[in-house]
């Protein structure tokens, strides 16, 4: 779709009242019009990356059909991001991005954009040890996952989003000393809560993607072992 000149200008006067911060927000068709509804942007780190509030979606979605999502960014080019594409990808609409200081747009549309397992660099919430689990599970043995909204260091919250989940996604527990190929391994890396998966891949190797690294292949070594708190098996294998 095209945007006209009257929702451009609109966009740019919400990007620029959000400075220094992302501005977020949705385009939706309502009664055969096109409109810019401005959301909140509720992350936690709002000048580098934005996390659009769940209200706002959902009042928008009543109102009318959401066509696509829109931000900005404050400081980069309006080009999308490698966590743009992937979370386009999940939001199946259009994105349209825009710099509000040199007034220049970035577009993208979902085309099928799939990350490789390995080197992926690391976004909470978007691109992480779980979502790695989900596109490995979905991609090696057809099997589909939920995705769950996290927010950052969730466990020290007091939330425990593996241990709560697991079983719903079809998983089971099994003892540590019986993993083979494709089962999960629950850890609690610097935390009192289970908080990262990792994909055993047979002969000691696992697959797994640390806060804040790449993500990689490493060997299943006495300091993954030591913090891991429970493995688990699809019921499908």
């Known amino acids: 779709m095209n945007l006209s000149e009257g929702l451009k200008n609109e966009i ?59 931000h900005s960014h404050p400081f980069e080019s309006p080009e999308p991001s490698v966590a743009d594409k ?11 991005i825009v710099n509000p200081t040199t ?4 577009y993208y549309k979902p085309s099928g954009f799939k990350l490789p397992f390995v080197g992926r ?16 599970f979905k991609q090696e043995l057809n099997i589909d996952m939920n995705d769950y909204f996290r927010e950052d260091r969730f466990w020290e919250k007091g939330e425990s989003l593996y241990e709560d989940n697991f079983e719903k996604e079809g ?8 993993i083979k190929k494709h089962d999960l391994l629950f850890m609690h890396l610097e935390a009192n809560l ?5 994909i055993y891949l047979g002969e000691q190797q696992i697959l797994h993607h640390v806060q804040g690294r790449l993500s ?22």
Do not use: M, Q
């Open 171 to 178: 998983f089971i527990k099994i003892p540590i000393n019986e």
């Open 216 to 237: 990689s292949r490493d060997i299943l070594g006495e300091y993954y072992i030591k913090n891991t708190a429970f493995a688990a098996r699809h019921k499908s294998l």
């Open 121 to 136: 660099e690391f976004y909470f919430g978007i691109i992480d040890c779980y979502s790695l689990v989900k596109d490995y």
């Open 12 to 70: 740019l006067v919400h990007a620029k009242d959000e400075l220094p911060k992302e501005c977020c927000g949705l385009i939706i068709i309502k009664k055969g019009r096109t409109r810019y509804k401005p959301c909140e942007n509720v992350s936690d780190i709002p000048k580098e990356t934005f996390i659009l509030a769940t209200s706002d979606y959902v009042k928008a979605e009543e109102e009318g059909e959401i066509v696509a999502v829109v």
């Open 103 to 106: 007034e220049k747009w970035g």
């Open 86 to 96: 992937v979370a386009c990808e999940k939001s199946n609409v259009e994105w349209f």
């Open 194 to 198: 289970p908080n990262h998966a990792a």
